[in-house]
């Protein structure tokens, strides 16, 4: 089944409510054609907004403009953007069947039985649910349920599909696992949408390129990976997954250093006037005492399975979290050297 590829320009897109709570601050995002991007943020950071004023939901502020493939769509109402939507409910009908489900956007329009009926054909083999055709929602797994409203969503052949946190309702075991099996339906389906959702997991698993949100605004727009590893913001950095800080005092500013263990670690050029500085557990390598490291006493140690986390006391830090395997020697107590290395530490402070 072929889907348009459509890309989505906001331009200085803002809401201000009635009562003049501000949703959304002015705001500027393009979603090339074809792409999975994740708003990602905390409860009330406007990303719900936004993706309601790309649906045509809410009015947004004057001055602003919405384009899907370069045709504004600022003034048009929901039904006439032609945008498919995926909920937290996923909102099926119970007492109509897989095929009907899926089909019935385009009977509603009018379209023809034998169209109705190779469209839902086509969606069915495209989504796994041959042989379902018949059963009612009740009868089907969360994961059917999902692959049968993203069906229905793109039956009509949406320019866009938007998806608000459709795995938010979910157990932690069932969303590990429905979130794979999104990721690979968007992929399939090869259809520009937007996803919002609160769970760092679940975006970088998703989405071809994150919006992380705070506050009303859009604070790093990037690939995940990216995001992850050289966020611009301390804000990114804390909230795709844990850090470290590393305090400076104006000795360890004025000679490029950061204190580790009682070693001096050199800092990079670009954070040498940082006032602190941020690094993630699994980047703190772990060793036996020797030249050159820092050394920390183990205050904990928690096995998790696949991994072991170490809280550490380096005695010119504040507490640390270290990762590593499995099969970690170290015990509470003990003393293990600890280092890391210039490219993994990140800003404290926003970097213009």
């Known amino acids: 089944m072929e889907l348009e590829r459509t890309a989505i320009d906001i331009e200085r897109c803002a809401k201000t409510y009635a009562d003049g709570t501000r949703g959304l601050q002015p705001t500027d995002l393009h979603v090339e054609p074809g792409e999975v991007l994740a708003l990602l943020g905390p409860s009330g950071c406007g990303k719900t907004t936004l993706l309601r004023l790309i649906a045509g939901l809410e009015g947004m502020d004057a001055g602003g403009r919405i384009l899907f493939g370069g045709q504004d769509v600022s003034d048009r109402p929901v039904e006439r953007r032609n945008v498919g939507m995926v909920f937290q409910s996923y909102a099926l009908f119970p007492q109509m069947s897989v095929a009907a489900n899926i089909g019935y956007g385009l009977r509603i329009r009018g379209t023809p039985a034998a169209e109705v009926e190779r469209t839902v054909g086509e969606l069915v083999e495209l989504t ?184 550490l006391d380096a005695g010119d830090q504040p507490a640390l979290l270290a990762e590593a395997g499995r099969d970690c020697p170290w015990q509470q107590d003990q003393q293990v050297g600890i280092r890391t290395t210039a490219d993994r530490l990140m800003p404290t402070t926003e970097i213009a």
């Open 128 to 311: 796994r649910l041959t042989g379902l055709e018949h059963k009612r929602p009740a009868e089907l797994s969360g994961g059917q349920r999902q692959r049968v409203a993203l069906a229905r969503a793109v039956a009509v052949r949406p320019r866009v599909l938007l998806l608000d946190e459709p795995l938010a309702a979910l157990d932690a075991k069932l969303k590990e696992s429905l979130r794979d099996e999104l990721a690979e339906l968007l992929r399939r389906l090869h259809i520009t949408a937007v996803h919002v959702t609160h769970d760092q997991q679940e975006a970088l698993a998703i989405a071809d390129r994150l919006a992380v949100m705070r506050g009303g605004r859009i604070v790093q727009v990037g690939r995940g990976e990216d995001l992850y590893r050289t966020p611009a913001h301390p804000f990114v950095a804390e909230f795709l997954g844990r850090v470290n800080r590393l305090d400076r005092n104006d000795a360890a500013r004025q000679q490029g250093v950061v204190m580790l263990g009682g070693v001096a670690l050199p800092c990079p050029d670009g954070l040498a006037a940082q006032p602190a500085l941020l690094v993630r557990p699994e980047d703190i390598e772990l060793g036996p005492p020797q030249p050159g490291w820092g050394m920390a006493r183990v205050v904990q140690r928690t096995f998790l399975g696949e991994r072991v986390q170490l809280r």
